[in-house]
């Protein structure tokens, strides 16, 4: 074989199987710090010679036709600068790093920057779809310089899930847009693994079906919601612990860890002044999570919450209301940060797309991404989708059935943080008036910062004391 199509760095399960995927119809040289991980991936899971295996960075690059192309399917942070000090040496004006993790969208448009100054390009590429996306296809959203992007494009289209609608990658835009759009899509998902987790805890706690009739139900619902975390959420409740008599579920500790883009989506979305509640709820729900030990002794000070009676019938139905409106307010509010994002940033997104490329292959595909293309596609200038007449109607009759779950869970005393958040973000932006008025006449009181008028333009100060 002559000089290999893109080399990968990093052999973790998401970088072999990317590999294997990539080969189906590219050539590919791979290499990995530990070799003993190479050999064992070459031995035991490769049988395509598309594939070479390399020993160091040296071998690697000079497999390589020009311009080099290297794919970086490494841990986000530090090991990222590591590796690209590693390569730089080796590399020349033209070659193109193509960075394939969770990186934090500040340390993209850094790299970029530096790998710039020697003319070697820099793409920001987020991968959704996890160990079994990257081996069959998994959704692929690619950010940095466009001439660059288009020497790769064939390989990105080929790796990609397949819809009607096309492959499930598009160029999204320059410097970090690619690992922003990356990120918000993993606050989304932040959102609404919580809103499924607290429709669980509705379930199991208020409503007290087990395990297997909750599959059943998240099964019959996702009938219409057609959501990949709804379905192995299903699958989930079904699985049967291999060591005890107890489904797994409950086995399982209540206690879930983060590896930081949720974080970073609230952040960046406070900085940029946008609310995300319901994502903001994901990722606090999991801090919340992880003072077991404080939740233990806090929960023997006080008495255990009697359960509210529900009928089992009428409240169902409520509670799937509750699901899908928590449910789009994630998408929402992640649409409405990305909106921001691309001002801000220049990114010049476009949402239809965004929407389109999520609809297979990520984590947060779900039937509600076509009625989102068709509300972007309808209205480039949508400001949020709460007011498409997609989900305008539904979304209203789901909050009104929504009241019934929140009020009987706090009878119960059951956080729904997500659930919570998600009404309010609803209710707050189709409200014409919010008590920021007294905000406003706070602020001057005590501070002297003024405040604006109904009545006329300009600034105001009233000596209240
Ligand atoms: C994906 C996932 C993937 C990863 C998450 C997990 O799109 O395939 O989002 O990137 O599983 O980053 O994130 P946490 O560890 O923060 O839950």
């Keep these: 074989m002559g000089k290999y199509e893109i080399a990968l760095i990093g052999l973790s399960v998401m970088g072999q199987n990317l590999s294997l995927n990539i080969a189906k119809n590219h050539s590919i040289a791979v290499y990995n710090r530990t070799s003993s991980k190479t050999e064992n991936f070459m031995n035991n899971k490769v049988k395509n010679e598309n594939i070479k295996a390399t020993y160091s960075i040296e071998e690697l690059l000079d497999s390589l036709e020009k311009p080099r192309k290297v794919m970086l399917m490494i841990k986000a942070g530090k090991p990222v600068d590591l590796v690209i000090e590693e390569l730089k040496p080796h590399l020349e004006s033209g070659d193109i790093i193509i960075d394939g993790g969770n990186s934090y969208f500040e340390d993209t448009n850094r790299r970029n920057k530096i790998l710039a100054e020697d003319g070697i390009h820099y793409l920001g590429v987020g991968i959704s779809g996890g160990e079994y996306g990257a081996?069959?296809?998994?959704?692929?959203?690619?950010?940095?310089?466009?001439?660059?992007?288009?020497?790769?494009?064939?390989?990105?289209?080929?790796?990609?899930?397949?819809?009607?609608?096309?492959?499930?990658?598009?160029?999204?835009?320059p410097n970090s847009a690619g690992h922003y759009v990356k990120m918000v899509h993993n606050g989304i998902e932040y959102g609404i693994m919580e809103s499924i987790a607290e429709v669980y805890d509705y379930m199991r706690k208020v409503i007290k079906l087990n395990p297997e009739e909750m599959s059943r139900v998240f099964a019959d619902w996702n009938e219409e919601f057609k959501s990949y975390l709804i379905e192995i959420t299903a699958e989930i409740l079904q699985r049967d612990d291999l060591e005890t008599d107890e489904k797994l579920i409950d086995i399982i500790l209540d206690k879930a860890k983060h590896k930081g883009t949720g974080k970073w989506s609230v952040q960046s979305a406070l900085d940029l002044g946008t609310a995300v509640p319901t994502i903001n709820a994901g990722v606090n729900a999991r801090l919340m999570s992880a003072l077991k030990v404080e939740r233990i002794e806090n929960s023997a000070l006080f008495d255990q919450p009697k359960k509210a009676k529900v009928n089992i019938e009428k409240i169902l139905p409520k509670l799937k209301s509750a699901l899908y409106l928590t449910s789009l307010s994630a998408y929402a509010e992640g649409f409405k940060l990305l909106k921001a994002a691309s001002e801000e940033y220049n990114y010049d997104l476009n949402y239809q797309e965004i929407a389109r490329i999520w609809e297979d292959g990520c984590i947060i595909r779900s039937g509600l991404l076509q009625p989102i293309q068709k509300a972007f596609a309808e209205n480039k200038n949508l400001k949020t989708l709460i007011t498409a007449p997609q989900f305008r109607i539904k979304l209203y009759q789901d909050a009104k059935n929504t009241r019934d779950v929140i009020n009987t869970a706090a009878e119960s005393e059951l956080p729904l943080p997500a659930v919570h958040s998600a009404l309010d973000y609803f209710f707050s932006l189709k409200s014409k008036e919010l008590p920021a008025n007294l905000i406003q006449a706070q602020r001057d009181f005590f501070g002297a910062h003024t405040y604006q008028r109904r009545d006329k333009e300009g600034s105001f100060h009233t000596e209240w004391e």
């Design 135 to 173: 081996l069959h296809g998994p959704s692929i959203m690619p950010g940095g310089d466009q001439e660059a992007y288009a020497e790769v494009e064939k390989i990105f289209e080929d790796a990609a899930a397949k819809t009607e609608h096309g492959n499930c990658v598009s160029y999204l835009g």
